[in-house]
Nanobody
């Protein structure tokens, strides 16, 4: 069974950057597409980004294209989300995913 542990969230001013990490243990995540979703309290979860198991193909929600970059390191069983030019509307709890496993969620707050 895969366990995912997230790190890297926090508070940043608009225009700033944060890097989220999601480290897997228990089983390799190499065969899986890995991704990030986010959720604002009281709203539906929203897809943010995903990366293929080779790392060669990445997918992004339109509002984050050009600002966020998803990468993975299969040797370390870790996926990253580099978030630049952050906006207040990026404020949410971010979750990583691999197969049926989910991270614990981490708060990202962008102040205006």
């Amino acid at each position: 069974q895969i366990q995912l542990v997230q790190s890297g969230g926090g508070l940043v001013q608009a225009g700033g950057s944060l890097r989220l990490s999601c480290a897997a243990s228990g089983r390799t995540v190499s065969p899986y597409t890995m991704g990030w979703i986010r959720q604002v309290l009281g709203k539906e979860r929203e897809f943010v980004a995903a990366v293929s198991w080779t790392g060669a193909t990445a997918y992004y929600e339109d509002s984050v294209k050009g600002r966020f970059t998803i990468t993975r390191d299969n040797a370390e069983d870790t996926v990253y989300l580099q978030m630049n030019s952050l906006k207040p509307e990026d404020t949410a709890v971010y979750y990583c995913n691999a197969g049926s496993a989910w991270g614990q969620g981490i708060q990202v707050t962008v102040s205006s």
